[in-house]
């Protein structure tokens, strides 16, 4: 029997690095529907969940919904989540959607001790009767990659889609009727396995829950300053810099609160020898600056194996590139580089962007004993504020565009999935 269960462990895990290792070469190429059998573990004894077997419970002690204007992030949730139990048995028990509970977890749970688990973040929008998902099946994809880095099952993309889709149904009412506003959704994954045992779990839980949320910036754009300290890394070659674990996170914590009692908003994430820079906070950065031949142009690091893949970068590339017919390319860019470009003059300007703020304009950062300022152009000047107006005019679904889905859309399955490469 112990035999037969290695073995039966071994071939998941083999799988499962396969899905990993040949993911890039999937978002390489277009495709109509969100599955790719040659790099999946989907075809395996282990079972798959499907959105025509979801069960929805109504909670009977609904909340009180609080006022909008008042939101702290990630603070209040709604009266519902999606669940789906897994292990390597049986594989994925039948979806379902619950009154929103407290998990009962045994205190040798191996997510708890060794972090295996992994999540994502992505925001409903509603417009009118409306409510749009933007992008989802990168977040999709991105969760099923991080899953298969850490051992645990994957799930049929698709049909996770649809249930989530189903679960923002369910709480309509809770997405704010405002520009400017979202609901937060956050699927997770996380191990449920009774074992002190540094081992691929045989059970697994997938949960989503969402969260109102206002806006990032409730009193206009607030540029940040950032600390670019080389002393600490957010990751490196051959990690997890490239998924998104809970792992990535937690060493976050204490250089950020460094970085604030020195009077900086954010930390400027530096790898190598020549000082690379990779992230800022937990955004990806951009910088607008003039080329050597002159030209503007929009960079960004380079993705590899320390830098997170973004749902929003992807959407910043794609539009510059494809909608305002700028230069847009992925370089990497050490502390040098960008010292130089300040002394010559050729930032134009600088930002972060992620899911939480779309993008955040960036007027200094703090390297080696030095501050060195970064313009901050007027609203009707600015790539960053272009960006902020465009990308959020998709998100609530006030221009047709192809990486709005509108939930009701997805749900009967007419959208169409067509992934960009990262």
Sequence with gaps: MLKKSITSTCNRVNQQRILFNCSRSFHKTQVDELKDDKCSIRKGPYGDFLHTSLTIEKTTNPLTKPAWEGLVFGKQFTDHMLEVDWNSEKGWSNPKIVPYHDLTLPPSCSSLHYAIQCFEGLKAYK?????????????????????????????????????????????????????????????????????????????????VICSPVGPYFKSGFAPVKLLADPKYVRAFPGGTGNAKVGANYGPTIMPQLEAIEKGYS????????????????????????????????????????????????????HIVKNEFKQPAREVTYTMEDFIKDVENGRILESFGAGTACVVAPINAISYQGKEYPIPVPPKEESLAMKLWDRILSIQYGEVPHEFAHNVEDIISGKSKWNPQSY
């Design 127 to 207: 417009n009118g009767e409306d409510v749009f998902l933007f992008r989802p099946e990168m977040n999709s994809n991105r969760l099923n990659r991080s899953c298969a880095r850490l051992g645990l099952p994957n799930f049929q993309g698709e049909e996770f889609i649809k249930c989530m889709a189903e679960l923002v149904k369910v709480e309509k009412d809770w997405v704010p009727a405002k520009k400017g506003y979202s609901l937060y959704i956050r699927p997770t994954v996380i191990s449920t396995e009774r074992t002190l045992g540094v081992l691929p779990p045989n059970n697994a839980k997938l949960f």
């Design 266 to 317: 954010q930390v400027l994430w530096l790898f190598g020898a020549d000082h690379q820079i990779t992230e800022v906070g937990t955004m990806n950065i951009f910088f607008y600056r003039i080329a050597d031949n002159g030209e503007k142009e929009l960079i960004t690091p380079p993705l590899g194996e320390v830098i997170l893949p973004g749902v929003t970068r992807s959407s910043v590339l």
